[in-house]
């Protein structure tokens, strides 16, 4: 498998399952909203906000210039709404500040 391909594939490892089902049964009603509405039992808008945070999230780990899984996972928490976005920039900034502790920790006891 080449680069290329694992890269297009990243952003399924990001998924949980019932983000992967939401997507079979999109699939399988041919894209309707409507009909996925009524499998749902909910509204459509309702399915369509559920959809664009789905496609939001596969955005932002498609997009991601780190491989560092943490911070994948962090963002993802945001976007699904798990994460407020205060506790977001608290974690993330918390998590940068040890990575670069540690990065100067390594590099003194290197040299």
């Known amino acids: 498998m080449n680069e290329q ?3 297009d594939k990243i952003w399924l490892k990001h998924l949980e399952e019932d983000d992967l089902a939401f997507m079979k049964r999109f699939l399988l009603n041919s894209g309707s909203l409507k ?5 749902y039992g909910v509204s459509y808008p309702t399915v369509r906000l559920r959809l664009d945070r789905l496609i939001q999230k596969i955005r932002l780990v498609d997009e991601q210039t780190t491989s560092d899984s943490f911070q ?3 963002a993802t928490m945001l976007t ?3 994460l407020e976005q205060g506790s977001f920039r608290k974690i993330h ?3 940068l ?3 670069r502790k540690d990065t100067d920790e390594n590099t003194s006891h290197n040299s």
């Open 97 to 99: 500040q040890q990575k």
């Open 93 to 95: 900034e918390s998590y």
């Open 80 to 82: 699904d709404g798990k």
């Open 72 to 74: 994948i996972l962090l």
């Open 35 to 39: 009909q996925m509405a009524t499998d």
């Open 5 to 7: 391909n694992r890269s």
